[in-house]
């Protein structure tokens, strides 16, 4: 009598932890999720305190652009007696924030995990991994690219009667949201490649509806820009751009589908 050995398949094992994360109580899951949070906390309260020792070498970084196009006569401004303190603050929690930002979408990762499948976990993946490398492509096109362009245009049209200066916190803030709006922008391939993953619109729909797409991104960037037109157009060249690359990609998806199912 011989016995056959039966491995267990990828779509059986999913399927038992699938069943054994709908039997654990509400309050299994929120345990799960504290102990992902709580490791998350902990690496942005370490890496903030041994990054703040540089919080001022950091923000003198952050302001060589500003700093490179002022007028020999200008220099930066504190209109606060906190300012000086408080904007290399939180810009020290920004930069723990962006470096963290690998660990924590891992920890998040981790805890979605088990309730997907075999093929959305390999699908799932290189998406975040992929999402990362263009958040921080993003930020780095910001601060590179558009930042001193956008600085040596505004500081060229001011009166020659005027003498720039602009307060720390002010260009904190500016900075941060430009680097905010870029990082989120360049998610776009990420965003397109995954509404055609789940079905919500094809490729060829968005081929009809690309000229409606192309307006729509300088719109967009015409709301989250300064109010000149150099800034709109380097953010909504880039977000048509990235838009075409991740319609590219979900064309080969579809390409690959076709190819499987055939």
């Known amino acids: 009598m011989t016995q056959t050995s039966q491995p267990q398949l990828p779509n059986t094992v999913d399927s038992r932890e699938q069943e054994m994360l709908q039997e654990m109580p509400i309050t299994k899951h929120l345990v799960v999720l504290r102990k992902h949070l709580f490791k998350i906390v902990s690496l942005l309260i370490g890496l903030f305190f041994c990054l703040l020792p540089f919080a001022n070498r950091t923000y003198q970084i952050l302001s060589e652009p500003l700093r490179a196009q002022l007028p020999a006569t200008s220099t930066m401004i504190a209109t606060d007696v906190t300012a000086t303190f408080m904007a290399p603050f939180k810009l020290n929690f920004f930069i723990a924030l962006m470096l963290a930002m690998p660990y924590i979408i891992y920890q998040l990762w981790a805890y979605v995990k088990p309730a997907l499948y075999a093929k959305e976990k390999a699908l799932a993946l290189p998406m975040l991994i992929g999402s990362i490398g263009l958040f921080y492509l993003g930020i780095s096109f910001a601060y590179y690219i558009a930042l001193p362009s956008i600085l040596h245009f505004f500081i060229s049209v001011s009166p020659e009667t005027v003498a720039p200066m602009t307060d720390i916190n002010s260009y904190l803030a500016f900075c941060l949201k430009l680097f905010l709006v870029f990082g989120i922008t360049f998610e776009i391939p990420i ?33 989250v820009t300064p109010p000149d037109a150099l800034s709109m157009i380097m953010l909504a060249v880039p977000m048509w751009m990235l838009f075409e690359l991740g319609l590219l990609a979900g064309k080969l998806l579809e390409k690959r589908r076709n190819a499987e199912s055939s």
């Open 191 to 223: 965003i397109t490649l995954l509404l055609i993953l789940i079905g919500v619109v094809t490729t060829q729909q968005l081929v009809e509806k690309r000229r409606f797409i192309v307006v729509g991104c300088f719109f967009v960037a015409m709301f």
